[in-house]
């Protein structure tokens, strides 16, 4: 699975060594070289982690790290400064940081301590759930599949989280009206089959052979997961 991962530092050869290092391992990674850039990105990507540096042009790191939990913020936050001091770290943590580290730092064990703290979150959040190479975040209303963020209407997320919450299991088209829209009167609609062309539109590698949203004929609609 990769994830988002966005590094923060006016220091182009550090940022270049990290970025290089987390690619390989199969992330996606996102720079920014001052406060006010990396607040612009992460309001807009919603990265998966943030790597801040302290010392930063326009607003500091601290400042960047307070604003973002005030905001809602929730993802980690691991500070990688050349800032040394023992207060330094206690101002980090304290400000919302899970993770304080010093320069020079091994680059395997950067990458073991981001590790880490995304197993954390998979480990925390209820409200996320993975079907195969689909990942959804329902506090954040965050959509990625094969590693790319899908933007969907709210019906289309929805519905989504109602197939993902039962993986394989047949639901009724009147079930997931009940679930999704509300209606406890159905009549004759295509509302249900309509929204399930927009989902196989934005998954499937062709809509018109779907092989992740199945039609199950006379039944209803299932998204079919290879986990048991």
Known sequence: MSTKILIVDGDGETAGLVENSLTRSGNVVLKAKTGKEALELIRREQPDLVILEVNLPELDGYSVCKTLRAEGFKSPIIFLTSRTSEIDAVIGLELGAQDFIRKPIALNELLARIEVQLKKIEKESPNRIKVDELEIDLERRKVKFKGETKS???????????????????????????????????????????????????????????TMFQTIRGVGYTLSSHRE
């Open 152 to 210: 969907l209407s709210h019906k289309e997320f929805q519905l989504l989280y109602a197939l993902a919450q039962n993986p394989n299991k047949v639901f009724t088209r009147q079930e997931l009206l009940n679930n999704v829209w509300g209606w406890s009167q159905y009549g004759k609609t295509r509302t249900v089959d309509i929204h399930m062309g927009y989902l196989r539109k934005k998954f499937e590698d062709n809509p018109r052979r779907p």
